[in-house]
């Protein structure tokens, strides 16, 4: 079964620092992986994607993702955080045909110190 | 293009009773899912609809059902509501096409006393 693994709950970065979120996760083929952001109260964003081609995805807000098949990870990275990136963080994956069911990671909350 | 709306925005209901949220899809998407979002569980897939049909189904108990209609705006329902049924109910529309890229509306905070 599809499963995906967000390791650390909680990561506080001083702004200005990097960033990076881990993501691992449990598919048999090539799988479609996404980050979605969610501040409090609300629903989820989209910040980036990954199908197929370049492993390497750039998304909104700054973000990138690196796709690393030998290592079933998709990590989410950023250079410099703002405070304004203070949220949790959700891995997903989904498959090609599978009907509306994306598999969540648990999230990974971000805070930022000024 | 507008996004995503679910209606209400908040909910307080009493075990056993029942209750319906609603979602209206980004304009000419034909799939709708519906998600459970719950501290301890986290987000969880309910079901999907695609021009009014079921194609996926969560692991959930029958007390949760959902429709779309024609105009693909979709209805979730659950009776018999149970106090472990407060959550986040998120909606996500996307074209339906087999690349699933989804955009969740800002969701329903349901509580169950």
């Known amino acids: 079964a599809q499963s995906v693994t967000q390791p650390d709950i909680h990561i506080t970065v001083s702004e200005g620092a990097s960033l990076e979120l881990r993501c691992n996760y449990s598919?048999?083929?090539?799988?479609?992986l996404f980050w979605y952001v969610q501040s409090p109260g609300q629903g989820l964003q989209l910040l980036l994607k990954y199908f197929s081609g370049d492993t390497l995805v750039q998304g909104i807000k700054g973000f990138e993702a690196e796709f690393k098949r030998s290592q079933s990870s998709f990590n989410l990275r950023k250079p410099s955080v703002h405070w304004s990136d203070a949220a949790e963080y959700f891995c997903?994956?989904?498959?090609?045909?599978?009907?509306?069911?994306?598999?969540f990671g648990k999230g990974t909350k971000l805070s930022v110190k000024p | 293009k507008a996004g995503v709306t679910q209606t209400p925005r908040y909910l307080i209901k009493t075990r056993g009773q029942q209750v319906t949220l609603s979602c209206s899809p980004i304009?000419?998407?034909?799939?709708v899912s519906w998600y459970q979002q719950t501290p301890g569980q986290g987000l969880q897939f309910l079901f999907e609809y695609f021009s009014e049909t079921q194609r996926n189904k969560g692991n959930f108990p029958g007390r949760f059902s959902g429709r779309q209609f024609s105009n693909s705006r979709s209805e979730m329902n659950v009776s018999t509501l149970e106090l472990g049924d407060s959550a986040l109910y998120l909606c996500?529309?996307?074209?339906?096409?087999?690349?699933?890229?989804?955009?969740f509306g800002p969701g329903t905070r349901l509580t169950v006393l």
């Open positions: 598919y048999g083929a090539t799988p479609y």
């Open positions: 996500a529309s996307s074209s339906g096409t087999p690349v699933n890229e989804q955009f």
């Open positions: 997903a994956v989904g498959e090609k045909g599978s009907q509306g069911n994306l598999i």
């Open positions: 304009s000419g998407h034909r799939s």
